[in-house]
């Protein structure tokens, strides 16, 4: 069973307990305030374990699969099968911490400000599968076709600015974060994909 699908399958039974169960939910969710007054600091792994809906989390799942699957794969044959998977999972677990750590710096005296996913994560996986595949075609809101790098870009651009402007009860700060944290972690994990993805995104192919 690949490391992908056990994320899924752990990840829906916690978020599925949790959806039934208040009291789970805050103890779990990342909450930066709690975080910074009471040392919680699991917050900081936990709250990408537990989601705000069914269709959050289905949404959650559904780009990690997607995405992991292949990006999981991947490191098995750039990485050897023992390496390639704890590289992968470092990958996934280091992105939920450090797109959470970005947000509690922001959010540590916001008694107001809380959040949940595995979006972060999730945004990680999906550009370690851009720097793979940077002309693959992606659908953006699952329907409009439009090339990886190109749809990359546009989502870091826009992560970026909600995180700054939007009011819609979204973490984007913690999406752009992770975002960035699956980039440099493939490139720091793999040197010579800077090289290989940089003469990929200049060899435009012919759709």
């Not at 990408?48 to 780009?63: E, Y």
């Not at 090289?195 to 060899?203: G, P």
Request: proline share 3%.
């Amino acid at each position: 069973m690949s490391i992908t699908l056990i994320i899924v399958i752990l990840t829906g039974l916690v978020s599925y307990q949790a959806l039934n169960d208040r009291n789970m939910i805050e103890k779990l969710k990342h909450y930066p305030y709690a975080t910074a007054r009471n040392g919680e600091y699991h917050r900081l792994l936990t709250g990408g374990f537990v989601h705000g809906s069914m269709t959050h989390l289905l949404i959650n799942m559904f780009v990690l699969y997607s995405f992991g699957e292949y990006v999981e794969g991947a490191f098995l044959v750039d990485f050897g099968e023992m390496q390639g998977r704890l590289l992968y999972l470092l990958l996934y677990i280091g992105a939920i911490i450090v797109a959470n750590a970005g947000t509690f710096l922001r959010q540590k005296d916001n008694p107001g400000f809380a959040s949940v996913g595995a979006s972060g994560a999730t945004s990680a996986v999906m550009l370690v599968f851009v720097i793979y595949n940077p002309w693959a075609m992606l659908g953006i809101f699952f329907v409009i076709p439009c090339p990886a790098i190109i749809a990359a870009v546009l989502y870091l651009i826009y992560s970026s600015w909600a995180s700054k402007n939007s009011n819609d009860m979204i973490d984007h700060a913690a999406h752009f974060y992770g975002a960035v944290f699956g980039i440099l972690f493939i490139f720091i994990s793999k040197p010579s994909m800077v090289n290989i993805f940089l003469d990929s995104v200049t060899h435009i192919p012919y759709f």
